[in-house]
């Protein structure tokens, strides 16, 4: 069984930083390319950040790129999202999933809140 567990969520100041984990079991993780997603209360799920198998490339969206940065350790299965200069229009739920354009597969979120 497929398993994805985020955590590293909670309350940041605009401009602040966290880091998010997400622990993954059940599949070959490491021959996944994996992606975070976000939704923000009332809006519809976003592609955020996304690393091939290897990590030898990684995608951001737009709205993120140079702020937010993804990595992974295969040999730990667990994928990382580093968050800086947050602005509170990063307050959404944050996901990990399996896939780059669709996502079989992701957890259950964490919450980042950013607020002054």
């Known amino acids: 069984e497929v398993q994805l567990v985020e955590s590293g969520g909670g309350v940041a100041q605009p401009g602040g930083s966290l880091r998010l984990s997400c622990a993954a079991s059940g599949f070959t993780f490491d021959n996944w390319y994996m992606s975070w997603l976000r939704q923000a209360p009332g809006k519809e799920r976003e592609w955020v950040s996304g690393i091939n198998y290897w990590g030898g490339t990684r995608d951001y969206a737009d709205s993120v790129k140079g702020r937010f940065t993804i990595t992974r350790d295969n040999a730990k299965k667990m994928l990382y999202l580093q968050l800086n200069s947050l602005k509170s229009e990063d307050t959404a739920m944050y996901y990990c999933?399996?896939?780059?354009?669709?996502?079989?597969?992701r957890g259950q979120g964490t919450k980042v809140i950013v607020s002054s």
């Open positions: 999933a399996t896939g780059k354009y669709e996502w079989p597969s």
